[in-house]
Nanobody, 121 residues
Framework: QVQLVESGGGLAQAGGSLRLSCAAS????????MGWFRQAPGKEREFVAS????????YYGDSVKGRFTISRDNAENTVYLQMNSLRPEDTAVYYC??????????????WGQGTQVTVSS
């Protein structure tokens, strides 16, 4: 069992940066692939990025490639999402997820509660 808590969301201006963190509890964190998703009002949950347990493999959604970076620190049981060159369309609730790898939400059995990111133009 893994429990996830996101932090670091907030308000940013277009072109700015934010860094999200996801703290995980559970002894097996380092064995799980981790992912970030986001959901804007009235839209489906969208894949943002994922990272394998070792950190050596990452995967990004097309809309964030080249702007966002996912990383993890297994010693700290934490996964990060560095978001640069933010755009108003990045505004959404961002969710951390564990146990999956691909872009489909159903692949991930564990989810955090989400953190709001708002980007103003």
């Amino acid at each position: 069992q893994v429990q996830l808590v996101e932090s670091g969301g907030g308000l940013a201006q277009a072109g700015g940066s934010l860094r999200l963190s996801c703290a995980a509890s559970g002894r097996t964190f380092s064995t799980y692939a981790m992912g970030w998703f986001r959901q804007a009002p009235g839209k489906e949950r969208e894949f943002v990025a994922s990272i394998k347990w070792s950190g050596s493999n990452t995967y990004y959604g097309d809309s964030v490639k080249g702007r966002f970076t996912i990383s993890r620190d297994n010693a700290e049981n934490t996964v990060y999402l560095q978001m640069n060159s933010l755009r108003p369309e990045d505004t959404a609730v961002y969710y951390c997820a564990a146990g999956g790898w691909g872009p489909k939400p159903y692949e991930y059995p564990y989810w955090g509660q989400g953190t709001q990111v708002t980007v103003s133009s």
